[in-house]
C-alpha cells in the first residue's frame, strides 16, 4: 500500500503561472517533508523540504504547503519557467528501527510551456 | 555535480554476467543508500548503510549484494538477474538516518539492462 501518493501523473502549465503539485500521504508518522526535482537521465535533486511542525516553507519561486489533518502537502511553483518542466517526487520521512527513511510518492510529470 | 557520484551510468548485462555498482560520495556523510526506479513505479528504498553498517534490507532478493567497506562509498554486486531487475540504479546518502529531517542526496544513477 502507498503511503505517499501524487494522484497526478502529469500537470501541464504556462510559463509565468502558477505551478500547483499536489501530494497526500497516509502515515501519521511522517514528521519531514520533502520535494526532490528530476531530469531525464539523471538522479533526484533535493529542491525544498517542511517539518511537520510547520505549516509553510518558501525559498524563493517555491513554496511548501502542508495540511496536516488533510495529510496533505502541495509545492507552489510562480512564477513557472521552461527550466521547470521536469518529475517532482514528493517524499516523507519516518523513524523506524533503522532511523529516519524517506519514502517517495509516484512523481508528477510537470511541463512548463513558453 | 551532487557530490554522489555513480559507475557506470550505462549497464548491459546478461542474466549470467557478475557486475557491479560504485558509488562515492564527498559530502563528509555517514549513511548511503540504493534505491530502485523502474518504469511508473515510486522510488524504491533497497538498502541503507549508517556508519558502515546495513541497517535496512528492504526485502531485496539476494541476487542483488551490497557492500559498505567505507562511509564514502557502496557497492551494489550484481549477480544471475532477470530483465525485470532493469531499473535505473540510484545511490544517496546523507548525514546519517537517526537525524531528524534526513535530507538526502542522489547521483546520477546507473542505467541496467538485463538481456
Known amino acids: 500500500d502507498q503511503q505517499v501518493k501524487q494522484n497526478s501523473p502529469s500537470l501541464s502549465v504556462q510559463e509565468g503561472r502558477i505551478s500547483i503539485l499536489n501530494c497526500d500521504y497516509t502515515?501519521?508518522?511522517?514528521?519531514?517533508f520533502l520535494w526532490y526535482k528530476k531530469y531525464p537521465a539523471e538522479g533526484p535533486t533535493f529542491l525544498i523540504s517542511?517539518?511537520?511542525?510547520?505549516d509553510k516553507n518558501e525559498d524563493g519561486r517555491f513554496t511548501v504547503f502542508l495540511n496536516k489533518s488533510a495529510k496533505h502537502l502541495s509545492l507552489h511553483i510562480v512564477p513557472s519557467q521552461p527550466g521547470d518542466s521536469a518529475v517532482y517526487f514528493c517524499?516523507?520521512?519516518?523513524?523506524?528501527?533503522?532511523?529516519?527513511?524517506?519514502?517517495f510518492g509516484g512523481g508528477t510529470r510537470l511541463m512548463v510551456k513558453p | 555535480e551532487t557530490g554522489v557520484t555513480q559507475t557506470p551510468r550505462h549497464l548491459v548485462m546478461g542474466m549470467t554476467n557478475k557486475k557491479s555498482l560504485k558509488c562515492e560520495q564527498h559530502?563528509?556523510?555517514?549513511?548511503m543508500y540504493w534505491y530502485k526506479q523502474s518504469a511508473k513505479k515510486p522510488l524504491e528504498l533497497m538498502f541503507v548503510?549508517?556508519?558502515?553498517?546495513?541497517?535496512e534490507n528492504n526485502s531485496v532478493p539476494s541476487r542483488f549484494s551490497p557492500e559498505c567497506p567505507n562511509s564514502s562509498h557502496l557497492f551494489l554486486h550484481l549477480h544471475t538477474l532477470q530483465p525485470e531487475d532493469s531499473a535505473l540504479y540510484l545511490c544517496?546518502?546523507?548525514?546519517?538516518?537517526?537525524?531528524?529531517?534526513?535530507?538526502?542526496?542522489f547521483g546520477e544513477g546507473s542505467w541496467l539492462t538485463v538481456v
Open positions: 544517496a546518502s546523507s548525514q546519517a538516518t537517526g537525524l531528524s529531517g534526513n535530507t538526502i542526496y
Open positions: 502515515n501519521s508518522m511522517f514528521d519531514y
Open positions: 517542511i517539518s511537520s511542525i510547520k
Open positions: 517524499a516523507a520521512s519516518w523513524r523506524n528501527n533503522a532511523g529516519n527513511m524517506l519514502t
Open positions: 559530502l563528509g556523510h555517514n549513511a
Open positions: 548503510y549508517n556508519f558502515k553498517e546495513q541497517t
